[in-house]
Nanobody, 117 residues
Framework: QVQLAESGGGLVQPGGSLRLSCTAS????????MGWYRQAPGKQRELVARISRDGRTYYADSVKGRYTISRDNAKNTVSLQMNSLKPDETAVYYCNVDYLPSHVNYWGQGTQVTVSS
């Protein structure tokens, strides 16, 4: 069984920063990619950023230059530093981890990020 524990969401003013973290526990052997998705009300879930086991990163165009994803393989943790946040980035942010060789994905329970003055 895999558990993903997320933390770091909350309320922030426009232009502010938040740092999200997600730690995997349970079955940790075979962790491959780790990433963050978000889902705003009435919208589809979208990929925000992803990082491979060897550190290669991918960012959605809308967050490039403002968000930074990182991981600590020894602690099975992935983090997302979000700067210059905008109101339309208000969403539930979900941690996602995939495993090899099964390619099974696991999701965290989600953490609310609200950007509002």
């Amino acid at each position: 069984q895999v558990q993903l524990a997320e933390s770091g969401g909350g309320l922030v003013q426009p232009g502010g920063s938040l740092r999200l973290s997600c730690t995997a526990s349970g079955v940790i052997f075979g962790i491959n990619g780790m990433g963050w998705y978000r889902q705003a009300p009435g919208k589809q879930r979208e990929l925000v950023a992803r990082i491979s086991r060897d550190g290669r990163t991918y960012y959605a165009d809308s967050v490039k230059g403002r968000y930074t994803i990182s991981r600590d393989n020894a602690k099975n943790t992935v983090s997302l530093q979000m700067n210059s946040l905008k109101p339309d980035e208000t969403a539930v942010y979900y941690c996602n981890v995939d495993y090899l060789p099964s390619h099974v994905n696991y999701w965290g329970q989600g953490t609310q990020v609200t950007v509002s003055s």
